[in-house]
């Protein structure tokens, strides 16, 4: 089962929390020499929601999400939705999310290998999530879980043989540049030798994260899980919820929806040559946000 995860209630404590918590990272942005400004107080309230109104976490995730574009260009620039390998990306090694929440609100992202493993791009692959994951957040997606689900059916030995060297650096930008609030990781119709996969796949993540893979011997055990409902979970995951096609169509639109968002972030991000040598992280606030309440 997946953990109880911390939710952040709409309250009107919390909003004057959000807002006092915006001004200062804007404050704090416009100090740090080698980050850019960020006038987009709707996106940077979402950003904060998804790190849990902690503002030393957001912090240490906005100067890892600015720089990591610089550090690992082949996943953070060039993000165009028309982009023919991104499109071949989505066919590959499909992802499409749920464009609905379950009851217990969280979202659904289900992952299906494609049938033909040599036109996988693992690179394009981890393009095309982050651009998923920013897409969700400029949607204002602040109170939200999310579930992955990988449908094994199509995978394929030479899925890993061409994604094991960039591993860790996906997991680089994912634990260090975006805010982890999937729930659980979870696997369905899997191969026999499935678990040695997963298991030297764990030796890259953080425990915590680790701690959230579930592997499934049937794909019904799914619908056991807390945050996974028939009615949302698509046909061919073993749900009741629309198709594969139908979420992967409003995958599709969201991206091209925010095409020009993507363009204008081009050339936004860190300029090292700017970073204080003396700055191990970024500056700390004292008297940050009391820790929420878990529910």
Same mark, same amino acid.
């Given at each position: ?34 980050? !850019? ?130 591993? !860790? ?7 260090n540049a975006y805010t982890e609030r999937v729930v659980s990781f979870n696997v369905i119709n899997a191969p026999s030798f499935i678990n040695k996969v997963v298991n030297m796949f764990k030796n890259y993540l953080p425990e915590k994260i680790a701690n959230r893979i579930y592997v499934h011997e049937e794909a019904s055990e799914l619908l056991e899980c807390e945050y996974v ?12 919820? !629309? ?53």
């Open positions: 089962m997946s953990p109880v995860a911390e939710v952040i209630e709409d309250t009107d404590v919390t909003s004057q929390r959000i807002k006092e918590g915006v001004q200062h990272l804007k404050e704090w942005l416009a100090k740090q020499p080698h980050l !850019p400004n960020v006038d987009d107080e709707e996106w940077l309230a979402t950003f904060l929601c998804q790190c849990k109104l902690s503002l030393e976490k957001t912090k240490s995730k906005l100067d890892g999400y600015f720089s990591y574009r610089n550090k690992y260009p082949q996943f953070l620039k060039n993000r165009n939705p028309a982009d023919p390998e991104v499109i071949l990306a989505g066919k590959s090694y499909n992802l499409s999310i749920s464009s609905k929440l379950t009851k217990s609100g969280a979202r659904i992202l289900h992952f299906a290998p494609g049938e033909d493993p040599s036109i996988f791009d693992v690179d394009a692959l981890a393009k095309r999530m982050f651009m998923v994951t920013d897409a969700m957040y400029l949607e204002k997606d602040r109170h939200t879980n999310y579930v992955a689900v990988t449908d094994c059916r199509h995978l394929h030995y030479m899925h890993f043989l061409r994604g094991l060297t960039r591993i !860790p650096q996906i997991v680089d930008v994912y634990v409902d028939e009615g949302v979970l698509a046909k061919e995951f073993g749900g009741n919820g !629309p198709s594969i096609k139908e979420y992967d169509d409003f995958t599709v639109r969201l991206l091209e929806k925010h095409a020009g968002w993507f363009a204008k972030q081009e050339s936004v991000c860190s300029n090292e040559e700017l970073r204080r040598k003396d700055d191990a992280k970024p500056e700390e606030l004292q008297g940050s946000f009391r820790k929420l309440e878990v529910d």
